[in-house]
């Protein structure tokens, strides 16, 4: 590695005060969040199109846009997920030029949440911490689990106790200590707070949260690597904290800056499931005010953060770029999840249905222009919440192990399709 580090500094969002790249996340001056911060001349001195291509295929192949000084240590293989030319669905929802970008198959745990989880654990690693803790609406936890196993570091996730059965067992079953709290995710994510003052452990989404935060800048890196080194005309991106949002967009910043992206405009769009859409009310109501959602009531479970942390951010963001917010009814996220499945053979979870139904919205509306590209971040699998769709995709035809039955049967499917 090169003497000259690419990653300098923290700084403030707000008063753009540098802090040392240790294990803080907030301004003592203004509480703004601190951000990583880069040597953008040294980076595009090493980094090129044509360095990049050289390497494996995993996230840490734009490394020095990532927040850690050595190699990385955790999460090696997490990255690359498939950019899908979606015809089928495009079709669909009458637009020209669409892309999936599949993170349901992101490893090791099926969710966009792996990419942030290996750049915080990496720099945990760095710095001499042994154990990491998080709080998490439930593919968080399944990730800071399942990289804390393999990296040989103690962890313990915090969830709200009324998750889905499935990312419950799927912390559990890699030995962590699994929380579960009586409450919603706010106040889970107010007693890990407390509990960071308290115990010195890296948080990955509260004193790690610098580091973890960049990780989603990956999903970006890619989107345009895979898309030939262009940017995406609209991306649609689903929404929890409203940090991915952000990333993505300084993703698109840095590719553009570096000369590692055709230049041109682009622009995003938030999506938020009704029962909890604190960011996508404010947008709509035109205001940067993010009123909290006390009691957030949804299938979309991973997106349920009543006070979302990036929320002023992603505001800023989706404005900045021309974009705009939209949001979703239960009952749309569950259609949306069975069209994406039958059009492209993708089986994502409840946030994926958020972001398909709003983008559908979208371009009903005529915000999203229908001859220009876009692309939909699906960021979970859907075998994690199996419960939102169980009663509504039909059941499988039972018969006695006969041919005489089944002709009967097929006979009929025929006739019906
Ligand atoms: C966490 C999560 C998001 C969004 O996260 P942000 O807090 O907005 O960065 C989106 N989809 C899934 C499946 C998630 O688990
Ligand atoms: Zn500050």
Redesign the pocket.
Known sequence: MDKRPFFSHLRCRECGRRYPKEAVHVCEFDFGPLEAAYDYEAVSETLTREKILTRPRSMWRYRELLPIEHEPTVGLQVGFTPLIPAHRLAQRLGVEELYIKNDTVNYPTL???DRVVSVALSRAKELGIDTVACAS????ANSVAANAASAGLRSFVLIPADLEPSKILGSLVFGTNVIGIHGAYDQVNRLCSEVAGKYHWGFVNVNLRPYY?EG?KTMGFEIIEQLGWRLPRHTV?????????T?IYKAFNEFSKLGLADPGPFSIYGAQAAGCSPISTAVKNNTEVVRPVPKPHTIAK??S?GT???GYY?IRTMKETGGTAEDCTDQEIVEAIKLLAETEGIFA?T??GVTVACAKKLIESGSIPRNESIVLCI??HGLKTQEAIVDQIGKAKLIRPNLKEFEALVEHALQAS
């Not at 991106?237 to 409203?242: E, H, I, R």
């Open positions: 969710s966009f949440k609406t439930g593919n968080l935060a989603s991106v689903c929404m929890a904290s409203g940090s991915l949002l990333k991973s997106l953060i979302p942390a990036d992603a979870e946030a994926g960021t979970g």
